[in-house]
Every structure is written in C-alpha cells, then in structure tokens.
C-alpha cells in the first residue's frame, strides 16, 4: 500500500485534488485537517484589529493494489488456552475463497501458501 498527504490553501483546492486523486484508484484515509500556519496580529496605532489567520488543508490518500487478496490473520486457543495460538488455516482460505469468487471471471489468480 502506498500514502501521500495532500494539502491546499482552501478546502475548494483540496477537493479538486482528492476528486483527481480518486479517479487514479487512491482513497482518502481519515479525515482531512486544518491547520493554522502563520498568524497575524494586526493594529492600528496601539489598537489590536484582528488577527489574521493563513490555513492549510490536508488529506491523506492510500493506494491499495488491486491486485492483491488481503486475508485478515486468524488463529484460536486450542483448550481455550489463551497463552497458545494455532493458525486457523481453514478460516482464512475460506475468507480467500470468498473474496476470490467476487472477483470477475476474466481475471487469472496464481497464488501460493508456505507453512512450516
């Protein structure tokens, strides 16, 4: 998986760039921020007006590669032993299974599965 932030002087900025962004595959990740990044105080004489605030925007994006099968790591506690872990193999190649019949019929999958 990749990541970037991304970041603009508005939030109308920052929405452009996430709409481009998601036409290339990426997707936002949380929430976007703002933050302050130079205030100003400004006066008139001794007279304190306002202070003016410069803003950023930021989102973080990920990009998952869509060729690949995540399966979630599954284990249980054989003898509810909860100091022993055993992979639950059958588990996560039924989640495999299930998640390779979602995907379409013109796609070829080669994998391969190591234990010890």
Not at 32 to 43: E, G, K, L, P, T
Not at 68 to 80: N, Q, R
Not at 88 to 112: H, I, P
Request: with cysteine.
């Amino acid at each position: 998986m990749k990541y970037k932030i991304v970041s603009a002087s508005s939030p109308q900025g920052l929405s452009s760039t996430i709409d481009l962004l998601i036409i290339e595959g990426w997707e936002p990740m949380g929430s976007h921020q703002v933050a302050v990044i130079h205030s100003q105080n400004r006066y008139s004489g001794m007279q304190h007006m306002d202070t003016k605030h410069e803003t950023e925007y930021s989102q973080t994006m990920v990009y998952k590669n869509k060729n690949t099968i995540e399966v979630d790591i599954a284990y249980y506690h054989p003898d509810d032993n909860e100091e022993e872990k055993v992979y639950d193999f059958e588990g996560m190649a039924e989640e495999f299974e299930n998640k390779l019949s979602q995907l379409d019929d013109s796609v070829v999958v080669m994998c391969s599965v190591e234990t010890n």
